[in-house]
């Protein structure tokens, strides 16, 4: 337990210091297409390695596999700790000359609506990321190793989803689009269309068609996360940035926290997943009508 905490810290400055860096590095017509392709890495690595563990566990049980996992991990950080290089931009053109206090920061509307909003996409998220492999091997009867390669299906397509919400965003705003607009737009469609989608995986009469589902749940989900981690790129004034990510990382990270509680106690209730996928649907949707009703101006003009 106490790793598992100790991970989770890890883990949660890795996207708002993302979106910072991404303002920091790219002219305001690419930050979508940025944010997208390191919003894709956290779909890449669920898509390699349900295969990958499932092989190690395997030959060298699931000791070995969590020891190989984390190696991986310390490579990663000494090449980001060997290569990037800091960099202080300026200020964009049209962003509020006064200064932003942390007592501004926490009474903007547009703020709590990103954290709320963001809550229903954590929860979706993380249903997913704790229960798919469980999913598909008691509710449609994959084998383990079946699991392993089934299981990776959805996340290569919630892969090419990050990058075309990135995508999407940087075009609606070259069409003509406000900056707020053209990340707002692509976080409903995403996260209405991941609610649709969950909702089918519960009629699917058959595993394949399950499967197809779920994995265009995911497609569309990550549309979202990376539309999301757009937003925060241009929500508020650029020294506030990593502030407002952090703040909105929390209310992913809170329903990501309890989507994997109230699953289980729902399938202890249940016995079934087709309650639990209802209850991530509703969360998804949810979170694209916050998004849709909240999300108005940018943080500082709010008033």
């Known amino acids: 337990m106490s790793a598992r905490l100790f991970l989770g810290l890890g883990e949660a400055p890795q996207f708002p210091v993302g979106a910072k860096v991404v303002r920091a590095w790219f002219a305001p017509g690419r930050r979508g297409v940025a944010t997208g392709v390191f919003n894709s890495a956290s779909t890449l690595g669920p898509a390699i390695a349900p295969p990958v563990v499932t092989a190690l566990m395997l030959a060298f049980g699931w000791r070995g596999a969590f020891v190989a996992t984390g190696a991986v991990g310390l490579v990663v950080a000494v090449i980001w700790l060997t290569f990037y290089r800091e960099r202080s931009a300026p200020a964009d053109a049209d962003e509020p000359s006064a200064p932003v206090r942390w007592a501004a920061l926490l009474a903007a509307p547009t703020l709590w609506a990103m954290v709320i909003g963001n809550f229903g996409s954590g929860y979706m998220t993380w249903f997913y990321a704790a229960w798919l492999p469980s999913y598909l091997e008691t509710a449609r009867h994959f084998s383990v190793l079946a699991t392993g390669w089934a299981a990776s299906v959805p996340y290569v397509f919630g892969f090419f989803g990050s990058l075309a919400g990135g995508w999407a965003c940087d075009r609606l705003q070259a069409a003509g689009a406000s900056p707020m607009l053209s ?33 265009a749940a995911l497609f569309a989900a990550n549309v979202a996360t990376a539309s999301i981690w757009a937003l925060a790129v241009v929500a508020a004034p650029q020294r506030w940035t990593a502030s407002v990510g952090a703040l909105q990382n929390f209310g992913g990270l809170a329903g990501g926290a309890l989507a994997p509680i109230v699953t289980g106690l729902t399938l202890e209730a249940t016995g079934s997943f087709g309650p639990a996928l209802a209850v991530t649907a509703c969360a998804g949707l949810g979170g694209a009508v916050v998004y849709l009703v909240g999300v108005r101006r940018p943080i500082g003009s709010d008033g």
């Open 183 to 215: 990340r707002k737009l692509p976080i409903v469609a995403g996260l209405a269309g991941g609610a649709a989608c969950t909702g089918l995986a519960i009629l699917a009469p058959t595993s394949a068609l399950a499967l197809t589902a779920i994995s």
